[in-house]
């Protein structure tokens, strides 16, 4: 099959290159020269421009950072739908909101080219290892077509509805995920403040009904000396917006207080870091460091 792939980072160029892996032929673009030419040293045919990557594609995948990038790289004067076939399915794995889907929608579909949103979940590693949740906005006609791609790059795929569907489910589960991120780093430093040991902390709220998944992503993350940048503050920051822009007629109380607890990182210059390490304003104001005892 013959695949383009506009927005090859972190997210898009782990799943390019396991379509590339699994033979398709899959022709990459990006800002960045580098992450292009990583995925040409797999076997990916480099493109000039998302318009040049989608001249006669089959599928035409996007993995872009927020709604601006997405609307150029559909829509914008190189853009997909320049040389998108008839019958081509586009398929924006982007996080944005569901305004914007059903916008680029329509002009894909004005020029009879399908749509479909799918953000996803799983995180890097999910991209690499093929095991990412997809949420899946569209047509049912078209989620089978575009079976055998889901197949290599999800290890669940949820059909949300309608065009815009995947976009709200994402853009909910994100918010509800940064709230969770938020309200243990306020409990658990408050804690260890007062004397608590983390691990036992941890050990025991995993066994009651304060435990989630998040608690148990902690350990990999913030709780670590390296602390990696799996997915960035700035990016959580967007998505918490987006959600509460969607909700903008509803009483959201605990989503605005993470936002702005958000701000409060960003304006410190913790944009870069992890998402979870938006509690280094809690560990700042307490004096204290989320860390487990390192094994011996």
Do not use: W
């Not at 829509?75 to 739908?81: A, I």
């Not at 589960?173 to 941890?202: F, M, P, Q, W, Y």
């Amino acid at each position: 099959m013959k695949i383009a792939f506009i927005g090859v980072g972190r997210m898009g160029g782990r799943m390019a290159a396991r379509l590339v892996a699994a033979g398709h032929e899959v022709r990459v673009f990006d800002p960045s020269q580098a992450a292009v030419d990583a995925l040409a040293s797999m076997g990916a045919i480099a493109s000039s421009s998302p318009a040049d990557a989608a001249q006669d594609a089959e599928r035409i995948l996007l993995s872009l950072p927020h709604p601006k990038a997405l609307r150029e790289a559909v829509t914008g004067e190189n853009g997909v739908l320049k040389t998108a076939a008839e019958g081509a399915i586009i398929v924006d794995f982007s996080t944005v909101d569901p305004a914007t889907t059903k916008e680029i929608a329509a002009a894909a579909s004005a020029q009879k080219v399908g749509f479909v949103d799918s953000p996803v979940s799983g995180g890097v590693a999910g991209a690499e290892n093929g095991k990412l949740v997809l949420m899946v906005g569209g047509s049912e006609e078209l989620v089978e077509k575009l079976k055998p791609v889901f197949d290599i790059l999800a290890g669940r795929v949820v059909h949300c509805g309608d065009t815009g569907a995947g976009q709200l489910t994402k853009l909910s589960h994100n918010l509800l995920t940064a709230i969770n991120t938020v309200a243990l780093g306020e409990v658990l430093t408050a804690s260890v403040k007062a004397g608590a040991r983390l691990d036992i902390l941890c050990d025991v709220l995993t066994a009651g009904l304060a435990g989630s998944k998040m608690l148990d992503y902690l350990p990999k993350t913030l709780f670590t000396q390296e602390r990696p940048a799996n997915f960035a503050i700035d990016l959580m920051h967007k998505d918490i917006k987006l959600c509460l822009d969607e909700f903008s007629n509803l009483p959201m109380p605990l989503g605005q207080l993470v936002l702005q607890t958000y701000n409060a990182a960003r304006a410190k210059g913790l944009g870069g870091k992890d998402s979870t390490s938006v509690n280094e304003i809690y560990e700042e104001l307490l004096g204290v460091r989320l860390s487990l005892p390192v094994a011996q």
